[in-house]
C-alpha cells in the first residue's frame, strides 16, 4: 500500500513549520513505498495531493487553546465536525473536497487518512526560528509520526 | 448597544472576523471586518537577497502565489533597471492565464457557484459543491476538475512548481518553452476555452433566466457606487500582468491613470484606532469614512472593478460578453457587487483567449528570456491578482540585500468596499433587533463576492469551523447565538 506524508504548513511563519520540519527530519530516513512531501495549501489542492494513494498521512500544527503547547492529537477525519457553511472565503474546505472527490469517484480517494496535529503558539509572526516550547517538542512528534508509518 | 459577531473566518480558513454593532432601536450602526495581522514580514525580509522574493512572497499566501510571484518579479525588474526582453514577458503572461484560469474556475463552481446555482435560499448544508454537483449533475463536475487542473499543469510546465513558482527571475524567467510544451499547453487552453464558453452559458440559463436571481444582483444592499481600479493596456482593455493603473469613477469616465511606480502618489493608507486593517483611499479625493459616491476615495479592485475601469476585452469573444453584461445590467459601471461572479467568468474567457494568442506568438519559444540587470535600487511591481490590484514595493541597497519591503495586497485594496457591502447587507436584515437566521448567508455572499483573501496561509489543519453569529447586549452578555 502506497503511502504519501504531508507537511503542512508556512515554514516562514514561526510554528507553522513544525508539520514541515517534521517531514524534513522524516525524509532522511529510507523508507520503502512511502512519498514524502510539503505542502502549503489546504482543501482542494490538498485532497488532490494524496489521489491513488492507500493511505495519506499528514502533519500540521494547530491552535486550539484547549492543551498545551507541544500537546500532539492523532485525528481522523470522522473527528471533524462537518461544517454545514457553504463554504469559506477562497478555499473549500478539506472535508468537504474530501466528500467531492469521493463522490466524483473518477480517482481514488486514500482509504486511510491520518492527521498529527501539535498544539502551537504562534503562527502569525513572520520567523524561520520556532518557539522552544514547539521546537523541543517536535522530536516527539516526529517519533510519533515515524510509529504511525511504521505500524 | 447590542453586538452581533461573526467569527466564520477562524484560522481554519484564513483570518477574520465580522462584528455588527446595533444602535439603541436594533437596527445596525455599524460593521467592521478585523484581520489578525501577520507580524513582522518587513523585519524578515530586510537583509535578504532581493532575488529571493519572489519565493519568499509566493510563500506568504496559498491561494495566490503566482499574482504574488510575479509582482515581486517585475518589482525586481523595476529595482535592477533591467527590461525583460519580449519572449519573457509573454512566458509570464502566459503562466499568468493559467493561474487566472483555475483560480476563476475554483471561485466560480466551489464557493460563488453554491449561492447562485444551489440558491441563495437554499438549506446551507446543500449550499456547497456537492449541491452544485447534484444540480449541474456529475459530468460538470467532472469538466471542473479537468479544467481547472489544466490550468494548474500549464502554470507548472511555465512556473517549474506548480503551487510555488520558481521561475521569475529579475530580467527575465529562468526557462523558456519548448515547441512540445507549446503544443501540450495549446490543447488544454482549446479545451479551457470552451470550458469558459461553457460557464457562462451555465451562468445565462441557471441565474439569468430567474428573476429572482437577477433582482437580487441589482437590489441596493449589493450594490457600491465606489471608484474602481484595475491595470490596463494602451488601449483602455483589461490587463493582468502589465500596464497602467487605471481609476474610474461613478460615471465610467477616466479619473486617473498612473504607472504602478506612481501609486504612492494616488493611493493612501487610512488607519482605525479600532482595526489592523488598513482602508486605502484615492489621495486626490480623500478619506469620507467607509461611504461611496464621488466624494468618498473608497474604491475597489477585482474582477468586476477590472472590467469597469476598462473600456473592454482584449479579445473577442470576452469583448462580446463584455458589451453583453453592461447591455444587461444597464450600462458602465455596474455597482451591483453580485456582478464580480460574472465578470470573473468573462475574465475566465478572456485568459483562455488571451492564452490561444501568446502560444501562436512566435516569440514564445525564444530562447531569449533573459536580460542582465543593473545597479539595484527601489522597484515596484504590479500585477492584478485574480482577486485584485497587488503591489509590491521593495527597496535593495547596493549589495542586492532588501533593505525595507511593502506589500498592498488586494483585499486590502478593497477593506473598505468590503466592509461597506457587508454593513449594508447587515441593514437589509437586522430590524427593530431582529436578527434573521438568512443573515449569515446574505452577509456572506456580499463579501464572497470579492474573492477575499484573508488567507496567507490557507493549508493549515484541515477542518472546518461552523459559522456563528453572537448577538452580545450592552453589557456584554450574549443573548442570541445563531450556529450552523
Keep these: ?151 | 448597544m447590542k453586538k452581533v459577531e461573526i467569527d466564520p473566518i477562524t484560522r481554519l480558513e484564513g483570518h477574520g472576523k465580522i462584528t455588527i454593532f446595533l444602535d439603541e432601536k436594533g437596527g445596525v450602526a455599524n460593521t467592521y471586518l478585523q484581520i489578525p495581522e501577520f507580524r513582522g514580514f518587513e523585519r524578515f525580509c530586510q537583509g535578504r537577497r532581493a532575488e529571493d522574493m519572489p519565493q519568499i512572497t509566493s510563500r506568504i499566501c496559498g491561494v495566490c502565489p503566482v499574482a504574488h510571484h510575479f509582482a515581486a518579479t517585475k518589482a525586481l525588474d523595476s529595482a535592477f533597471k533591467v527590461e525583460p526582453p519580449p519572449a519573457a514577458k509573454k512566458l509570464r503572461e502566459l503562466m499568468y492565464m493559467g493561474y487566472i484560469t483555475y483560480d476563476h474556475i475554483l471561485h466560480f463552481y466551489f464557493l460563488g457557484g453554491p449561492d447562485f446555482v444551489v440558491g441563495p435560499d437554499a438549506p446551507p448544508g446543500e449550499r456547497n459543491i456537492l449541491g452544485v454537483i447534484q444540480k449541474a449533475g456529475l459530468d460538470v463536475a467532472k469538466e471542473v476538475i479537468k479544467h481547472r487542473a489544466y490550468g494548474q499543469k500549464i502554470t507548472a510546465i511555465l512556473g517549474g512548481k506548480a503551487t510555488h513558482p520558481v521561475c521569475g527571475l529579475p530580467g527575465g524567467v529562468s526557462k523558456s518553452l519548448s515547441e512540445d510544451e507549446v503544443g501540450n499547453i495549446g490543447a488544454m487552453v482549446d479545451s479551457c476555452r470552451d470550458f469558459a464558453k461553457f460557464s457562462l452559458t451555465l451562468f445565462d440559463d441557471i441565474v439569468l433566466k430567474n428573476k429572482d436571481y437577477v433582482d437580487m444582483i441589482v437590489s441596493d444592499p449589493f450594490k457600491q457606487d465606489t471608484y474602481n481600479m484595475g491595470l490596463v493596456d494602451s488601449e483602455n482593455k483589461v490587463n493582468f500582468y502589465d500596464g497602467l493603473v487605471r481609476v474610474t469613477d461613478q460615471q465610467g469616465k477616466e479619473f486617473l491613470k498612473f504607472k504602478g511606480e506612481e501609486y504612492s502618489q494616488h493611493i493612501v493608507e487610512h488607519v482605525e484606532e479600532w482595526s489592523y486593517m488598513k482602508y486605502p483611499y484615492l489621495k486626490k479625493v480623500g478619506w469620507k469614512g467607509l461611504e461611496s459616491g464621488p466624494e468618498s476615495g473608497i474604491y475597489r479592485v477585482g474582477s468586476l472593478a477590472r472590467l469597469n475601469a476598462a473600456e473592454g476585452m482584449a479579445t473577442p469573444m470576452a469583448q462580446e460578453e463584455y458589451k453583453r453584461m453592461y447591455e444587461t445590467l444597464g450600462g458602465r459601471p455596474v455597482n451591483s457587487t453580485l456582478a464580480f461572479h460574472w465578470a470573473r467568468l468573462i475574465e475566465l474567457l478572456y485568459a483562455t483567449e488571451r492564452a490561444g494568442e501568446l502560444l501562436k506568438d512566435p516569440d514564445i519559444t525564444s530562447d531569449h528570456v533573459r536580460n542582465p540587470v543593473g545597479e539595484p535600487g527601489e522597484g515596484i511591481g504590479v500585477v492584478e491578482a485574480a482577486r485584485g490590484t497587488l503591489i509590491h514595493h521593495y527597496n535593495v541597497d547596493e549589495n542586492g540585500l532588501i533593505e525595507k519591503a511593502n506589500l498592498i495586497v488586494a483585499t486590502t485594496n478593497n477593506a473598505g468596499a468590503i466592509t461597506m457591502s457587508i454593513r449594508d447587507a447587515a441593514r437589509g436584515l437586522i430590524q427593530n433587533g431582529n436578527v434573521g437566521e438568512g443573515i449569515l448567508n446574505k452577509i456572506e455572499m456580499a463579501f464572497r463576492a470579492y474573492d477575499p483573501c484573508f488567507a496567507c496561509a490557507t493549508h493549515s489543519l484541515p477542518g472546518e469551523m461552523p459559522l456563528r453569529v453572537d448577538v452580545v447586549d450592552s453589557s456584554g452578555n450574549i443573548v442570541k447565538v445563531i450556529e450552523r
Excluded at chain 1, 454545514?84 to 473536497?97: E, M, P, T
Design chain 1, 1 to 151: 500500500m502506497n503511502t504519501i506524508l504531508i507537511g503542512l504548513g508556512n515554514p516562514l511563519l514561526t510554528d507553522d513549520a513544525v508539520g514541515i520540519r517534521a517531514v524534513r527530519a522524516l525524509s532522511k530516513e529510507s523508507w520503502k513505498d512511502i512519498d514524502i512531501e510539503e505542502a502549503s495549501v489546504g482543501g482542494m489542492e490538498l485532497v488532490e495531493m494524496m489521489l491513488g494513494y492507500g493511505r495519506a498521512v499528514m502533519v500540521d500544527s494547530m491552535i486550539t487553546g484547549k492543551s498545551s503547547i507541544g500537546a500532539i492529537t492523532r485525528m481522523v477525519p470522522d473527528d471533524f465536525e462537518e461544517t454545514r457553511n457553504a463554504s469559506n472565503l477562497h478555499n473549500v474546505g478539506f472535508i468537504q473536497a474530501l466528500k467531492f472527490w469521493s463522490s466524483v469517484g473518477s480517482e481514488s480517494v486514500p482509504k486511510d487518512i491520518v492527521i498529527y496535529a501539535m498544539e502551537v503558539e504562534d503562527t502569525y509572526t513572520f520567523s524561520e526560528t520556532m518557539t522552544p516550547g514547539v521546537e523541543n517538542a517536535l522530536p516527539a512528534l516526529i517519533e510519533r509520526v515515524r510509529g504511525e508509518l511504521l505500524g
